[in-house]
């Protein structure tokens, strides 16, 4: 069984954008093209709205998904913006 019959298609597609775009994030910030914490988090809210333009869902289901796929994408950066040390406006 594969993750896309398990947990459906919308979700496991949800699941590889979060992993494939929070390696592409990863290694923007190894190669300083993003080092501020605020640079990361509008290219995040900005290509997750890209993401979502294809998916014809309810407005209330759409919020919470963009919601849960941000704090999930900001929660795998967490240790990569200690280690390579991002700025961050206090």
């Not at 979700?11 to 605020?38: C, G, H, V």
């Not at 849960?68 to 700025?87: A, C, D, P, Q, S």
Request: with cysteine.
């Amino acid at each position: 069984m594969e993750i896309a019959e398990y947990c459906g298609k919308t979700e496991s597609s949800i699941l590889t954008f979060i992993i494939s775009f929070t390696d592409d994030i990863r290694e923007k910030i190894a190669q300083r093209k993003l080092f501020y914490k605020e640079q990361i988090v509008r290219y995040v809210k900005k290509h997750i709205d890209f993401f979502f333009k294809a998916y014809k869902l309810k407005e209330a289901l759409l919020k919470s998904y963009k919601h849960e796929v941000f704090n999930t994408i900001m929660f795998r950066l967490k240790n990569n913006l200690k280690e390579h040390r991002v700025f961050q406006c206090i």
